[in-house]
């Protein structure tokens, strides 16, 4: 931390806790040492940071102009059988019938009162085979409850995940599967590929803003050779300059890209509507659970961008306009892109008679000294989302 001109900071202390009953990652022993700062999400360890001084900047601009690998802790759940469908619509804003084999979609889940629940992506691997990559929080016995009746089973595949992030991902895949890789293979697309001999479901998806694959790998009945896998990856990632990263530089990335957490970001009060998630809420799609609440919503936006030039916005910094608070910040941070502060704000109210896009209100620092910030639109960087849509063209040029 430089004044209030800081990275990364954690929101508490660090703690020392046993990994009894949580689950670790079986690419740990890759890339742990005594240093390692761990995360909990989903259950799943996962490393914060490689050293409680890691400089994260350096593997910034590596994910931003090469290519990293990040062992993340995200947790799908597997929903199958005929009525699988029946069982997301149910439950998620967004339509699910209408979702192909091999596609990838962000849905919402919210609780009767339209507050939301749980979010995360639905991926269809084939007809009546889902899984449901969620947040962090419980969200099991929930699909199981409205599953009861329908011809449908929910089930955990204990699938671990790495994310290859940047603009050469996509040659790196290339290379794991042996070449061929298809132009088609476009943002939220998702299938079965053939990496080192393991076949494996991969989705072009990732918690970065830039071009990015995830893989997911398999618990039974052919378990993944993990330590194969990871050999093979760098192997193929070698001639591209690959790297191992823990999340601090993807945490970066990810508010610039203006990429929500639920239960931080997007708080447990808030609608889609409020957190600016509206365009993800099917109302005309049928019945789900809290859409009867969601036609009658304020549809009032409270979660935007904000910048400030002078400090960086960090969880729970009030902000304010004219003469009292209005709201708080969720997360921040220091974007080495825009050399500017940047967070998420949450406000307390809709603003009256307007609309608080576009305002300049304070951030009041750590000191209680109030810096001017503009309230902006989401993302920060990319403002088109041009860059994780990247097509492949074929070739290592296709960036």
Not at 30 to 39: I, K, L, N
Request: net charge negative; with cysteine; aromatic share 10%.
């Amino acid at each position: 931390m430089t004044g209030d001109r800081h990275f990364y900071v954690d929101s508490f202390d660090t703690v020392r806790l046993s990994s009894y009953r949580i689950g670790q990652s079986p690419f740990a022993h890759r890339y742990v040492t005594d240093q390692t700062v761990f995360c909990l999400y989903c259950g799943r360890l996962y490393p914060l940071k490689s050293a409680p001084d890691e400089d994260p900047v350096p593997l910034y601009w590596k994910l931003r102009r090469g290519v990293l690998l990040y062992d993340v802790p995200e947790k799908p759940l597997e929903i199958i059988g005929p009525d699988a469908a029946r069982v997301l619509e149910r439950v998620l804003t967004c339509r699910v019938g209408t979702l192909a084999v091999g596609r990838a979609r962000y849905g919402i889940a919210c609780n009767e009162d339209g507050t939301v629940l749980m979010d995360g992506v639905v991926m269809r691997l084939t007809q009546d085979r889902f899984w449901y990559v969620k947040a962090n929080g419980e969200f099991e016995s929930w699909l199981e409850a409205h599953a009861i009746g329908l011809d449908a089973e929910v089930s955990d595949p204990d699938s671990r995940v790495l994310q290859i992030q940047g603009p050469k991902s996509l040659d790196v895949l290339d290379a794991a599967i042996g070449g061929g890789l298809s132009t088609d293979f476009r943002y939220f697309h998702a299938g079965f590929f053939d990496i080192g001999g393991q076949t494996l479901w991969v989705s072009r998806t990732g918690w970065t803003g830039e071009a990015g694959i995830e893989i997911y790998c398999n618990s039974g009945p052919e378990p993944t050779d993990h330590d194969a896998l990871w050999d093979h990856l760098f192997s193929c990632g070698e001639p591209f300059g690959m790297e191992f990263s823990s999340s601090s530089s993807m945490g970066i990335r990810r508010i610039e890209a203006g990429i929500l957490d639920n239960g931080t970001d997007i708080e447990p009060d808030l609608t889609p509507f409020g957190a600016g998630l509206g365009n993800f809420v099917a109302l005309d799609k049928g019945d789900f659970i809290g859409r009867s609440a969601l036609v009658k919503a304020d549809r009032s936006q409270l979660l935007f961008g904000l910048v400030c030039a002078t400090a960086t916005p960090d969880a729970g910094l009030q902000v304010s306009f004219e003469e009292g608070q209005v709201g708080h910040v969720t997360i921040g941070t220091w974007s080495p892109t825009l050399g500017a502060g940047v967070g998420y704000v949450r406000f307390d109210r809709p603003l009256p008679g307007g609309d608080w896009l576009g305002k300049t209100v304070w951030l009041l620092d750590h000191k209680g000294t109030p810096n001017r910030a503009t309230v902006d639109t989401l993302p920060f960087v990319d403002k088109e989302k041009r860059l994780p849509r990247v097509e492949w063209s074929g070739g290592r040029s296709g960036q």
